[in-house]
């Protein structure tokens, strides 16, 4: 599988990343063999957090078994020095791991909250002085409104950020879900781009609710190597794969097969997002 180079970090991480959320109500045995195939397709990314259920200790064991294979990168959504910095060692001790390479401010979109972990005795205090304590490599930043990650780029070298970035999104650009000025900004300013949701067709309708991921996807084959090729054809570094085990190997084989779109190519399947309302904004 191709790699890019996470930005400032250095690190060559592979096109496709591995999303921890698929191995949140899994058996040891799934979770393990999900990791195996990932890793012998050439993913060397793998991304994880404390509000994905049991994923991290499902993770453990192949951490400790493939730790100098694997970039990891970890989350917290605790916005206090506190609670931030105790739910990073939680994490440490669930992974099995003595540092994360990787971790980020999750799900951080209201300006609020980015005051609050920027601030006197909020999250990014914690996360600082677990950096100079060596448990911590590298910083970023995930959420779904670019406008505010666009704002905390101004204000801390976040070393990546992480964002929702797909066809269907671009087809029903507005303001709120615009990724392009952001994808931009964090060129210019070297920060490594993450990917979610590229096979994210809609919300579910009531009447199907066929995988674990909290959105419909797309499931076929040809649709999931499409969304995924539209995907790493923009400026982005990697792309974290979805939330069910059962669709790792449609999207590892889409990587793995990776093919740059061109404009025209782009453009068709941009028009035919026409008749699907995209995640954001919600409204």
């Not at 993913?43 to 404390?50: G, M, Q, S, T």
Request: with cysteine.
């Amino acid at each position: 599988m191709q790699s890019r180079r996470l930005g400032r970090t250095g690190n060559m991480s592979s096109i496709i990343a591995f999303g921890g959320a698929a191995l949140s109500g899994t058996s040891q045995d799934e979770a393990d063999a999900a990791v195996d195939v990932a890793l012998r397709s050439g993913v060397n990314h793998f991304d994880v957090a404390p509000s994905y259920g049991d994923a991290e200790l499902r993770l453990a064991p192949s951490m400790k078994k493939h730790r100098s294979e694997i970039f990891l990168s970890c989350k917290t959504e605790k916005r206090t020095k506190k609670e931030a910095s105790a739910e990073l060692h939680r994490s440490l001790e669930r992974l099995a791991v003595r540092q994360i390479d990787l971790y980020q401010l999750h799900a951080l979109d209201e300006p609020r909250e980015l005051d609050i972990a920027l601030g006197r005795e909020g999250a990014m205090e914690a996360i600082l002085e677990a950096r100079d304590a060596g448990l911590v490599r590298y910083i970023g930043i995930t959420g779904h409104r670019p406008s505010t990650h666009m704002e905390a780029l101004r204000r801390f070298d976040f070393d990546t950020v992480m964002f929702p970035l797909n066809f269907v999104i671009r087809g029903h650009r507005v303001k709120e879900n615009d990724y392009g000025p952001l994808l931009a900004m964090a060129d210019d300013k070297d920060v490594g781009r993450i990917a979610i949701k590229s096979i994210a067709k809609e919300r579910w309708h009531a009447d199907r609710h066929s995988y674990r991921t909290w959105y419909e996807p797309f499931g076929d084959q040809r649709s999931i190597d499409l969304a995924v090729w539209f995907t790493l054809s923009q400026n982005i570094t990697t792309a974290v794969m979805p939330g069910d085990t059962r669709l790792i190997p449609k999207v590892l084989d889409a990587g793995q097969r990776f093919k740059a779109l061109g404009e025209a190519e782009q453009n068709i399947l941009v028009q035919s997002a026409a008749s699907l309302k995209p995640l954001w904004p919600e409204d």
